[in-house]
């Protein structure tokens, strides 16, 4: 891919660890642009997950069908997020979950089986991706501490929060399933909040 | 400390990354033996955390206490796991976990203001870190996930497949409250089960 290309990403890394010049360049010569449509996945739970992405415009749901049929979200991710399964990575077993785009979507790709290597090679994206690490181990702690101590509507209240700039982007059957609840009682929380 | 004592660290570092043997002494230099007592803090909320706790004997509950005052565990942590809360540590901000012994507790503290410097120093700290933050946090979206998908008795059987070892050392309301229920509803469950 081209150095232009790959602009978003060097921004969003230049924020956490200063490459040089020739560790850009070799970064850009191992990672892949690419183009999804809505509807497309990134990942499908089952299959084995070969990359992580970093999105530079678009928006993904990663969420997984239970046995019964019922759909969880996990996650959304938007522009400067990453996105993966990486408990599918990090064993190469088949994905627990689906990244499914809800907009076209452009992503950068880091393949897995070159990532090890690339780390030796340049230690500060391991720097990049341990932090990245820690971050998003804090906040999904963060969710679980949530969902036992607050109420559905203080859920959301946070979710607005926390993605102030995605809600007017998804259905809002995905907003429920993120936040455990149906689609319903989200409706009966928002005309809640309306009247306050 | 001695060698001695850091030998269960030793040991567990060896199963993800070699460290040679001149490594391993920088590394002994500049971390600490602790004992704690039962009932004692390894972090308090409210407090900064200071260190990355990895526990040679004993266990720990990682709990908070909400505003209502109810008290919500998040894990718990037995010989050859580390536990800080490291939300606090990497922002160094007030913490939002306690972090107590349940038994007597004996642990090798990594201070986090030479963190940073260490990893620079033996690249494949950062990388044995980097690995345990991934399946921590692969971890950390399973729990999301049950929460989601399993009735309370299902997240039970989870429970003492993934704790084999701690159900006996630990009181009833502490598993009760890991599992986001109360008391009286494991006592039903466990029953439950017994008849089956």
């Known amino acids: 891919m081209t150095r232009d290309q ?3 990403l060097l921004n969003y890394i230049s924020n956490h660890v200063n490459l040089s ?6 970064l850009i010569a191992i990672i892949n642009y690419r183009k999804y449509l809505k509807g497309q996945y990134l990942v499908q739970q089952g299959d084995i997950c070969k990359h992580s992405s970093f999105i530079i415009s678009g928006c993904a ?3 997984f ?3 019964k049929g019922q759909e969880h979200t996990i996650m959304f991710a938007i522009e400067d997020w990453w996105t993966s399964d990486i408990g599918s990575l990090i064993t190469q077993s088949p994905a627990d979950y ?3 785009c809800i907009e076209d979507t452009e992503v950068i790709q880091f393949p897995y089986d070159i990532q090890e290597a690339l780390y030796l090679k340049i230690p500060k994206l391991e720097r990049l991706f341990r932090k990245m690490l820690e971050r998003a181990f804090v906040a999904s702690q963060k969710r679980i501490v ?6 559905a509507k203080e859920q959301y209240i946070h979710f607005k929060k926390q993605y102030p700039k995605i809600e007017q982007r998804i259905p809002q059957y995905m907003v429920a399933s993120y936040l455990g609840i149906t689609k319903e009682f989200l409706s009966k929380i928002k005309s809640q909040l309306a009247t306050e």
Chains 1, 2 share one sequence.
């Open 61 to 63: 749901r990663t969420f």
């Open 21 to 26: 010049d020739s560790e850009e360049d070799e």
């Open 98 to 100: 689906n990244v499914q």
């Open 146 to 151: 949530r969902s036992f101590s607050l109420t």
């Open 6 to 8: 790959a602009k978003p």
């Open 65 to 67: 069908v239970d046995d």
